[in-house]
């Protein structure tokens, strides 16, 4: 094994690790009580993402999942980001997860002829926010949302990236 961080494309196997890596983060950290049988794409990755132009990324470090990454293809040359978790030690510009996983899906989505990029988030998620803006991403109302963008309960927030060719 390696001390490098490696991004590879989830895998039939990887569930556990996702799901022990998104809860804490959801429960523990931030207050939500949800399990993940309230979100069944956790169940069902390669069904719900890894269709159309969409899939999921994983971040390994030492063989460990310690962050995530879904696109969810929505239609129209249209994409939802979702499920981007990073654990707490891998946060941050010294193992750089965040911005790898985003490399990745945004480097995934221009060979893949997305234009648009859509992600819902809570306002509890403040470093996210400053995140997805310094990477270009721009605040916009829900009402701007298409029609095809899927909803969780939690958003309050919601950005676009146009993904330039």
């Known amino acids: 094994m390696t001390d490098k961080i490696e991004i590879t494309r989830f895998e039939t196997g990887d569930e556990q690790g996702v799901i022990d890596l998104i809860l804490p983060i959801q429960r523990e950290e931030f207050g939500f009580a949800i399990t993940a049988e309230e979100q069944p794409d956790l169940g069902a990755v390669p069904d719900f993402y890894q269709s159309g132009r969409g899939n999921f990324w994983?971040?390994?470090?030492?063989?460990?999942?310690v962050g995530s990454i879904g696109l969810k293809d929505i239609g129209n040359g249209q994409a939802?980001?979702?499920?981007?978790?990073?654990?707490?030690?891998?946060?941050g510009r010294e193992f750089g997860v965040a911005a790898s996983l985003l490399g990745r899906l945004l480097d995934e989505a221009r060979q893949g002829a997305?234009?648009?990029?859509?992600?819902?988030?809570?306002?509890?998620?403040?470093?996210a926010h400053r995140f997805y803006e310094k990477h270009g991403f721009v605040e916009i109302a829900r009402t701007e949302l298409p029609e095809t963008f899927l909803?969780?309960?939690?958003?309050?927030?919601?950005?676009?990236?146009?993904?330039?060719g």
């Open 114 to 127: 997305i234009s648009e990029i859509f992600l819902g988030t809570t306002d509890r998620f403040l470093a």
């Open 58 to 65: 994983v971040a390994r470090y030492k063989g460990k999942i």
């Open 80 to 91: 939802a980001l979702r499920k981007m978790f990073v654990a707490s030690p891998f946060r």
């Open 151 to 164: 909803f969780m309960a939690v958003d309050t927030k919601f950005y676009v990236f146009r993904v330039a």
